[in-house]
């Protein structure tokens, strides 16, 4: 089936405007997480949706970062007024299951922010 | 707060040797241990895991225990192929939060 898909693959956009990335999860995954990986802080922690409400957003640097799920299913991470710093790759993950912190989670291909 | 430490890269190693990544976590109760590698203009996918003490993952050759004792989680292979080239994490998720926390990632490289 469907893997967890992102979108846009690539993003270019000037210091101090807004972005939105978008994460589609495989169908029927309950639990949705935000991660972004960069050269100098490796892969980090953002953000947790279990369904539509976000348990633990914890990661998030600043913000001007915030991100919505919704019927369950997509979510939109939006940075407000970029910075150089906020180039990074940001990986979008889900798991059928909530409250299972054994359970394996599939990665999308992230998009690739770049802040000129 | 809970954190993994793992080797720093490049591992460079030529086809058929032994490869060893340690992994080492700290953690509060009893996390799971999980690795995951990034292939060359690919995702990010689960290569193995364990969920508890004892327990050993594996998958595509490669092996990990998760030895509660020594609170490590080494990676071994005992003959890489150049396939094997990647960026292996390794990561844990504890008990009560989802959320994965990665190692820095080790490089490896294998030539044939």
């Known amino acids: 089936g469907a893997g967890v898909s992102q979108s846009p693959s690539n993003k270019v956009t000037e210091k101090g405007k807004d972005v939105e990335l978008r994460c589609d999860p495989i169908?029927?995954?309950?639990?949705l997480y935000w991660y972004r990986q960069s050269l100098g802080q490796g892969l980090e922690f953002l953000i947790y949706?279990?369904?539509?409400?976000?348990?633990?957003k914890s990661g998030l640097p600043s913000d001007r970062f915030s991100a919505e799920r919704t019927g369950g299913s997509v979510s939109t991470l939006t940075i407000q007024r970029t910075q150089q710093e906020d180039s990074a790759v940001y990986l979008c993950?889900?798991?059928?299951?909530?409250?299972?912190?054994?359970?394996?989670?599939?990665f999308g291909p992230g998009t690739r922010l770049l802040v000129l | 707060g809970d954190s993994v430490t793992q080797m720093e890269g490049p591992v460079t190693l030529s086809e058929e040797a032994f490869l060893t990544i340690n992994c080492t976590y700290t953690a509060t109760g009893y996390p799971s241990l999980f690795w995951y590698v990034q292939y060359p203009g690919e995702g990010l996918q689960l290569l193995l895991k364990a969920t508890k003490a004892d327990d050993k993952g594996s998958n595509k050759g490669f092996e990990a225990t998760y030895r509660k004792e020594t609170t490590s989680f080494h990676l071994e292979k005992g003959s890489v192929q150049v396939s094997d080239s990647a960026v292996y994490f390794c990561?844990?998720?504890?008990?009560?939060?989802?959320?994965?926390?990665f190692g820095t990632g080790t490089r490896l490289q294998v030539f044939p």
């Open positions: 169908s029927g995954h309950t639990a």
């Open positions: 949706f279990q369904g539509n409400s976000a348990p633990d």
């Open positions: 993950a889900s798991t059928p299951l909530i409250g299972a912190s054994q359970e394996t989670q599939y």
């Open positions: 990561a844990l998720s504890g008990p009560g939060t989802d959320k994965l926390i």
